[in-house]
């Protein structure tokens, strides 16, 4: 339990004080000595919040903890369930070794944070996009720079003849190949988020930041993607809610929530199918064209 040690040493304090702790009902208007005792210890306790500093600290009581309490340096005595904290612990320090470094792929506080749909990845027939996403973000794709600098490939340029190095970001955003797909993609999430603006009477007017967002999903955008390249292909969609007008049809809060969330949806669900698409096609032609001869 949370405090533990906090709940014994009060339970302590109340076994050695002669003084008889009873309930007694808070109402105001009573004017009993147990309700106007209750009262002044209820102003007292409450105005103690805004002059901590005249208050004397504590000691934290060690003294009632367990023989064995585990102890961090961030988090100081560890009085709840360990295993749930170690979990926790485990979780977040993954999450900061991944997005410091690797070239900012799993920078997760940069971007949307409203979680992805689950269709694609609880129910979809085939989770190839799901697995293409994974490797993605782990950076793990073969491609030509990832197998030139493993020594399995001479040349870490583009194996479409691009004079571009062939890293993910150039397959999925850069390289010509691809460019028609990019496009008809682009206007599949356009096409999505207007008739969703649409339909909760969005002017035409005020839907112009949004549109020209969807349109450049899948384009390297200063304004809209934080890093300024665009990272779709890793599951991330830019934060936009900003573009959304304040007052959504005729209600503000609920209707504007419900609709960004089905924007990141469709920018998500297209954004990790067009990263598939590409993903299954060029590893379709690599295989077919690549020497990949191992040189020891
Ligand atoms: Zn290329």
Redesign the pocket.
């Known amino acids: 339990m949370n405090g533990r040690s906090y709940y014994r040493w009060i339970l302590d304090l109340a076994s050695r004080n002669p003084l008889n702790i009873t309930y007694t009902p808070g109402h105001l208007e009573e004017v009993s000595i147990p309700a106007r005792l209750n009262f002044e210890a209820d102003h007292y306790a409450s105005s103690a919040q805004r002059r901590l500093h005249d208050v004397p600290t504590a000691p934290i009581p060690t003294f009632f903890m367990d023989e064995f309490t585990f102890y961090t340096p961030d988090d100081g005595w560890i009085e709840s369930s360990i295993c749930t904290f170690v979990e926790k612990a485990l979780i977040l320090s993954a999450s900061k070794k991944a997005s410091a470094g690797h070239q900012q792929r799993m920078a997760l506080h940069l971007y949307d944070s409203k979680p992805p749909p689950d269709f694609p990845y609880t129910m979809a027939y085939s989770a190839y996009s799901a697995v293409v996403q994974l490797y993605a973000r782990s950076g793990q794709l073969p491609t030509a720079d990832l197998l030139y600098s493993r020594d399995k490939l001479n040349d870490p340029r583009?194996?479409?003849?691009?004079q571009?190095i062939?890293d993910q970001h150039?397959?999925f955003v850069?390289?010509?190949?691809y460019d028609d797909w990019r496009v008809k993609a682009a206007e599949d999430v356009h096409r999505r988020t207007n008739s969703k603006l649409a339909e909760k009477d969005v002017e035409e007017t005020e839907r112009t930041g949004l549109l020209l967002a969807a349109k450049s999903l899948f384009l390297d955008n200063d304004t809209l993607w934080p890093l300024h390249y665009s990272s779709y292909y890793l599951g991330h969609i830019p934060p936009f809610d900003h573009l959304i007008p304040k007052k959504v049809g005729n209600s503000e809060g609920l209707t504007r929530t419900r609709l960004a969330h089905h924007i990141a949806n469709d920018w998500h669900t297209v954004s990790i199918r067009l990263a598939g698409r590409i993903w299954g096609d060029w590893q379709r032609r690599m295989a077919q064209t690549t020497d990949t001869r191992r040189r020891s």
Not at 158 to 162: L, P, Q, S, V
Not at 174 to 177: A, L, M, Q, T, V
């Open positions: 583009c194996r479409a003849g691009c571009a062939e150039h397959i850069d390289c010509p190949r």
